[in-house]
């Protein structure tokens, strides 16, 4: 329980108020203990404003005995008018209810609907697009001569991304500090996500030792939404025509969870690598076809010989 918050009749648009300043001053922390990152802090703070928006354009103010079923109907309703997608519209659900959960642990929701299997959190594979072989190769390939150097360096940037199957907020921040090397003297990068907090460590072959050598370790810095302009041009110069369009910094962290699928990477070994918490989670990530993973069979199992 945040220290903010008793269980002494709070209502619950003070009770959310509550949670979310908790959340920011770290009062509040995650199940194991970590203090909410940037991202996972906005997240809350939107849920927060959409339900405050929702209460002010149809309710009017809610409290916990009309969290039922006839709410969750009419919130979804109302996050997809606003053209929220599907993903996103579960990404907030599933923060809400969250909220709900620590309300009825600190003693101030005694309405139990949000356990109904109805008031699900649903989610569709995303319409992201991953890189092939060939695809990276062209990406590898690219002639840049003709652009500044920060296109080059965001291709490099971005193939590091492949290769860790990072977030960007991870691999495009990774220091000299990140190296570390196991007792056969193999390289491995320790990095703490800052969206989750997980600690993981990745295997270096020799290319990404290749691309982190170039930068002494140290990657320079370059803002998300420009890095996405700019990626969209090399895949542009790489010939992957109206797919370029489609690139962007999160294609690197599914490109590199797909081929190491295809390549048979169980994947319990890739959630170690990804960081994701469930195979539920990261089959959302693998954007192979059904021929690529029939090929994968092929070569994994005698049996189809």
Not at 4 to 14: A, T
Request: with cysteine; charged share 25%.
């Amino acid at each position: 329980m945040g220290h903010s918050v008793n269980s002494l009749k709070v209502s619950m648009n003070n009770y959310v108020n509550l949670y979310l300043q908790d959340v920011r001053s770290g009062v509040r922390c995650t199940e194991k203990g970590n203090r909410y990152s940037v991202g996972s802090t906005y997240i809350i703070n939107r849920t927060v404003s959409l339900f405050k928006e929702f209460e002010e354009n149809v309710t009017g103010t809610l409290d916990w005995k009309d969290m039922n079923m006839q709410f969750y109907y009419k919130f979804v309703q109302y996050m997809r008018d606003n053209g929220l997608r599907q993903n996103t519209i579960g990404k907030y659900l599933g923060t809400l209810k969250t909220i709900l959960s620590c309300a009825e642990s600190d003693g101030c929701n005694k309405c139990y609907t949000y356990k109904n299997k109805r008031f699900k959190v649903s989610r569709e594979p995303s319409p992201g697009i991953y890189l092939n072989h060939e695809e990276l190769q062209a990406i590898e390939d690219a002639d840049l001569s003709d652009l500044p150097e920060v296109y080059s360096v965001a291709r490099d940037i971005f193939l590091i991304g492949v290769l860790t199957a990072q977030r960007f907020s991870d691999y495009s921040t990774i220091r000299k500090k990140s190296l570390g090397y196991l007792s056969d003297k193999h390289p491995v990068l320790f990095i703490t996500q800052k969206k989750t907090g997980k600690r993981v460590c990745i295997p270096c072959n020799k290319s990404l030792m290749a691309l982190l050598e170039k930068y002494d370790f140290t990657l320079p810095h370059i803002w998300t939404q420009h890095f996405n302009r700019y990626i969209k041009v090399v895949a542009q110069k790489a010939g992957l025509g109206e797919r370029a369009q489609k690139v962007s910094s999160h294609t690197a962290r599914r490109t590199g969870a797909t081929l190491m699928y295809l390549a048979g990477m169980d994947l319990m070994d890739i959630m170690k690598i990804t960081g994701h918490s469930s195979s539920t989670m990261l089959k959302l990530y693998i954007k192979a076809d059904e021929l690529e993973i029939a090929e994968k069979l092929i070569k994994k199992y005698p049996f189809f010989r």
